[in-house]
């Protein structure tokens, strides 16, 4: 088999994993709240996941000294620290599945961003997906009948938005040093994201943490797998892929996530969630589609093994 097709299809077996881990998380994180302060939890979930990936840096020998220290430091803060501490917020007062399919919105504004910080135009079939996610997200916020979790699912969209500018300044930096270590890079950028986090969780005052089973073992899912095994699964796929093309992976994401919520946490969404979450999976679809064709290799030697 060639080898760039071997990477293309070991990047999208890592995100099908990818795709599981978070969607299902959703609900881990949603119920783990019930024990913890959203700050105090994510602090955690970040600095214990980071803290896996040095000792394993470590204990690999890997390069732990980094260059293009303020790409990572940005890619810490829109990555690890923009993207989770804005979607925990959001699920404070927000449905899980809900604030699952508007921080998956990612790339809709990948599309957008990357016109004008990437030099890539919006064209063809782009144009009905990102009609199709606009009138998706009006139908869910609902601006007609404001109600209280407004506030909750513009934080989502926002988490949606800072992850699209990680993809971006992941993507130079993988042009830059093509040769960074996928594990150096992923621990690094989580540390710095930590760093904020910590400090809110000092600051803002919250009730006791309440260490019982179901929040301990929460803690080690977010941290081991959904952080340190699952932003390293990413940044592989985004190393060997289009960013469009990688971004699929929100596509199965709140599927998985609205389907749990919905069977563990009884969220059922209204008609007019229902019609707006149905159009912003039809345009990641599109946009999925789309990247596919556009981005995937055509030579015919790539079918042959």
Partial sequence: MPLNKTHTIRAFFALIVLSIIWGYNWVVMKSALQYSGVFQFIALRISIGALCLFLIVIALRKPIKIKHVGSLILLGLLQSGGFTGL????????GAGKTS???CT???WVILLAWPLLGEKISGWQWPAIILSALGMLFILDPYNIGADKFSMLLALLSGISWALSVIVAKKL???APDLDLL???AWQMLFGAVPIVIAALLIPAPAIQWTPYFIGAVIFNAVLCNALAWML???ALKRLNAGVASMTTLLVPVIAVVAAWLELSEVPNTNESIGMAMIV???CIISIVSIRKHLPTDPAMGQE
């Fill in 87 to 94: 979607l925990m917020w959001a699920l404070v007062a927000g």
């Fill in 106 to 108: 990612m790339p809709f």
């Fill in 282 to 284: 039809l345009s990641l």
């Fill in 174 to 176: 993988h042009q830059r």
């Fill in 101 to 103: 399919v508007l921080t």
């Fill in 184 to 186: 150096t890079l992923t």
């Fill in 234 to 236: 990413w940044l592989y």
